[in-house]
């Protein structure tokens, strides 16, 4: 009845789908990006996708700045959506020897920071001796700690790519979750699940980080690509449980803006603006969606 696409500009299936397809297309665009020569130079080729679509939604402010700079359209915005009865139902993966510092992303993937965390760990390491570094997700981690001090090294754990299930418990087992990124982001939605786990986060000054955060009221934000300023911001809320306790409360409440019996509600409003337009086209797109749902085996295992 309706087609969903994500990124329908990328040169993928999506503006495929979007050409293929007969009846109304919804399309949500993730990127954020300043000026795209992709999209310059096939701007004609992007509009004969863009055409077909009934209606846009933009993860966040920066996304759909690039959908009005780049195109001359417009997109409704709603964001990425968090599981956060899940992420707050997760038990700690494990107990570490004293307090650990999470960063979940590419490790080999430059944006993402992590040389900055490493950087600032080693300081991290002189005034807290006993943390731990936890790093999550895909790369080689031999050839990333290469440069590593042997000392500093033997503090860091890799636990490599994890499924939802073993993300969120890892997510959980930390004191401080670090999001060192230092730009191309448009969204933020790693912090978000550490939040809705209960965890305390530190992130680079990124304006998308700023909206997920509320401006620094739900999180400590240091300077992009700054390791002194990231050391102190991590051994600050280290060295003060009761603010860090306050960070996590206001980390959970923030959360549950998101969760997806919120954002699901919004696309559904969306879904229903570009069908025929009969009353109640909402209420008859839920019960199918909640039917369909309910026939799953497992009732969770939804994108």
Known sequence: DVLHVHEPLAPSLGVLACWAARGPIVATV???I????????????AQTALEK????????????????DHL????????????????????PARDWPGPAIGFLGRMDEPRKGLPVLLEAFEGILRTVPDATLVLIGPGDADEILSNVPPHVRDSIVCLGRLDEADKARALAS????????TGGESFGIVLLEAMAAGTCVVASDLDAFARVLDDGRCGVMFRVADSAALESAVVAVLDDDQRRMRLVAAGRRRALAYDWRSVAGDLLDVYASVTSGHSGVREDLRGQIVGRLSRRRDPGDVN
């Open 34 to 45: 300043e000026r795209s020569r992709v999209l310059i130079t096939g701007y004609y080729l």
């Open 174 to 181: 930390l004191d401080v979750y670090v999001a060192p990124n």
């Open 30 to 32: 993730h990127s954020s």
């Open 72 to 91: 001359g359209a417009d997109a409704v915005l709603i964001p990425n959506g968090v599981r956060v009865d899940e992420y707050a139902a997760a038990l």
């Open 53 to 68: 679509i009934s209606a846009l939604v933009a993860v966040s402010e920066h996304a759909r700045r690039t959908i009005v």
